[in-house]
């Protein structure tokens, strides 16, 4: 019944690595979004795709970029890891918003816990 | 602009007494505005939602919320607390149209045997 996969859980880096944050969700929506959850400051958006190769910056997306190359499947990358970057990652997934009837549910994947040494 | 504030950051209860949860939002329009749950190492679950039905809404595991359009507010509550609600619990809002959504920063809830 998994519907949004991240596929790590835990991950730990070095400062300066490239790190790949892959999620997919098998539910075919349209939009799909990045948020990075921290103790106090609940859960703060990073990006968003509302499509294929389409991409919205979120509250936070300095240090980030996003890939959507194919619509079931979204990836957070982060070109050169900083031990501010030590988080919880969790990926989400909707169908397109009606017009006028806000938003949809969101569906989380399990999250990726990630630790930058 | 959207907004939402969670005005408590912990709330610790007795098992079998009512769990209040605190929520107010800024929002130009008519929003829809959700509860989520986290429990611990556990991804977000959706508790209930609201989008200008009723106003008070019903969700699982005996939450429920009242939107209070006056009040700007849209509090969690449940009668009678379990050891299993122990979660963090987290208020969110969107506007019509919208893909995306706003979260407050969380409460978490402690219940106590």
């Known amino acids: 019944d998994v519907k949004v996969t991240q596929s790590s859980r835990y991950l730990v880096k070095r400062t300066g690595e490239k790190v790949f944050l892959e999620c997919v969700q098998d539910?075919?929506?349209?939009?799909m979004f990045w948020y990075r959850q921290d103790p106090g400051l609940g859960l703060r958006l990073i990006y968003f795709?509302?499509?294929?190769?389409?991409?919205e910056k979120g509250d936070i997306p300095e240090g980030y970029s996003v890939s959507r190359e194919k619509k079931e499947r979204f990836s957070l990358i982060l070109e050169s890891a900083s031990t501010n970057q030590t988080s919880m990652y969790l990926c989400?997934?909707?169908?397109?918003?009606?017009?006028?009837?806000?938003?949809?549910?969101?569906?989380f994947g399990a999250g990726s816990r990630l630790t930058v040494l | 602009a959207q907004s939402v504030t969670q005005l408590d950051s912990h709330v610790s209860v007795s098992e079998g007494t009512p769990v209040l949860l605190r929520c107010n939002y800024s929002?130009?329009?008519?929003?829809?505005l959700f509860w989520y749950v986290q429990h611990p190492n556990k991804g977000l679950q959706l508790l209930l939602k609201?989008?200008?039905?009723?106003?008070l809404v019903k969700g699982i595991n005996g939450f429920e919320a009242e939107f209070k359009k006056s009040e700007t507010s849209f509090h969690l509550t449940k009668p009678s607390a379990h050891m299993s609600d122990a979660a963090e619990y987290f208020c969110?809002?969107?506007?019509?149209?919208?893909?995306?959504?706003?979260f407050g920063t969380g409460t978490r809830l402690t219940v106590i045997p």
């Open positions: 989400a997934s909707t169908p397109r918003s009606k017009s006028y009837s806000g938003a949809n549910v969101l569906t």
């Open positions: 539910m075919d929506h349209e939009n």
């Open positions: 795709s509302y499509d294929v190769k389409m991409k």
């Open positions: 929002s130009s329009y008519s929003p829809s």
């Open positions: 609201y989008t200008s039905a009723a106003t």
């Open positions: 969110v809002v969107s506007e019509p149209g919208a893909n995306n959504l706003f």
